[in-house]
Structure formats: C-alpha cells, structure tokens
C-alpha cells in the first residue's frame, strides 16, 4: 500500500484528537468575550505534497463543518486558518511564525512531512503553541514536546515486518525505491507492481 495514500486517508483520524485537545485546552486559549476557536492548520497546498495536504484540508473542513453544525464546540463556531508549507522545512517556519505572532493562533495541525514538523517544533514549543502533526513519522518527532497521530517510522516498520512474517508467512522480500515503481517480490508467490 501507498505509504502516502493511506496518510492521506487516515486525514480523518486526526479530528477526534485535535477536538480532545481544543476541549482540554481551549479554557486557557480563548478569550471569553470570543465567539468562535481560531485553531490554524499548516499543510502542503500546492508542490510536492499537495495531494496529502488537500486530502488533510478537506478532511478538516469537513469535520469543522460537522461539529459547527452540531453547536461548536464550548458553545463556539471553530474557524481553521490555513497556511501552505509547499512541503518546506523555511515555509512552513514561516507560517507557523505568522500563526503566533501575527494572528495569535496558539493551536495548529501541521505539518504532514516530518521535515517540515522537526523544523516548526521548535518554535511552537518555545511560544507554548499546540502543534498537532497528523502524519509525520520521523523517530525524531517524539518526546520533542509536539503532539503527533501518525506512528514513528520504528513502529510502521516493525509491525510491517511481523505482518509480513507472521500473516503472509514470508520470508524475504525486496521493495523497489519509489522513484523506480513500487513492486514487491517474494518468492512463494508471483510478485505485483503499483
């Protein structure tokens, strides 16, 4: 399976996270008098990456849209203010930079390239933003005080290998680079390319 694909598609999960989160912090984020949760959102919208960051984007939309519908959340409409990182480590600085200091957003989902997270870390934790990365999987990611929904790469791989040798019962495989097509052969059976 597409690592990215299923990345894209698992958009979705990050919404009961990133709501538990509004709920437990929102107190202390939220001026009274506001009517509505500003929360930002930093993804790929247009390069590289833009297929997985338009796919996060509408899965936010529609969960935004959702839970506005069903009376907010704490009484209050939530607004999602969007930035795109092109799937750039110095853009999405920037756009993380502008959500603090510009527009006083202190809660954000971003990124889902763990480059461009590893590089917005840093300054979310030094102005106590809330940075919710709903698919970077880096190893580095952890216990570097950001939120993350997606597995590190050690966990994805671990239990890719017990699958493969526990359910399919193989022994070996070989994975071609991405750049290449993605096949897998194996020798029990034919081999298949996406």
């Keep these: 399976m597409n690592r990215m694909k299923h990345k894209s598609s698992s958009a979705l999960t990050i919404i009961p996270i990133l709501f538990a989160l509004l709920m437990v912090f929102s107190f202390g984020c939220v ?3 506001e009517k509505e949760i500003k929360i930002g959102a930093i993804l790929p ?4 990456g833009a297929k ?3 796919g996060a984007k509408e899965g936010i939309d529609l969960a935004i849209t959702e839970i506005n519908n069903a009376g ?12 795109d990182s092109k799937l750039n480590p110095s853009d999405g600085v920037s756009a993380i930079t502008k959500m603090i200091d510009a527009q006083k957003l202190n809660i ?37 005080g950001i ?21 399919m019962k193989l022994d070996q495989i070989a994975i071609r680079p991405p750049n ?15």
């Design 31 to 33: 001026k009274k008098e």
């Design 147 to 167: 939120f993350r929904v997606w597995p590190s790469d050690t966990v994805e791989g671990k239990v890719m290998a017990e699958f493969i040798k526990n359910k």
């Design 52 to 54: 997985y960051g338009i």
């Design 72 to 83: 907010g959340v704490l009484g209050k409409q939530l607004t999602v203010m969007y930035e």
């Design 108 to 144: 954000i989902i971003g990124d889902i390239g763990s480059s461009v997270t590893l590089a917005m870390a840093p300054i979310a934790t030094k102005k106590n933003a809330i940075l919710l990365s709903p698919a970077s999987s880096n190893p580095k990611i952890t216990g570097i």
């Design 45 to 48: 919208l247009t390069g590289d």
């Design 180 to 194: 290449l097509n993605l096949c897998i052969y194996w020798p029990q059976a034919s081999s298949f390319c996406h």
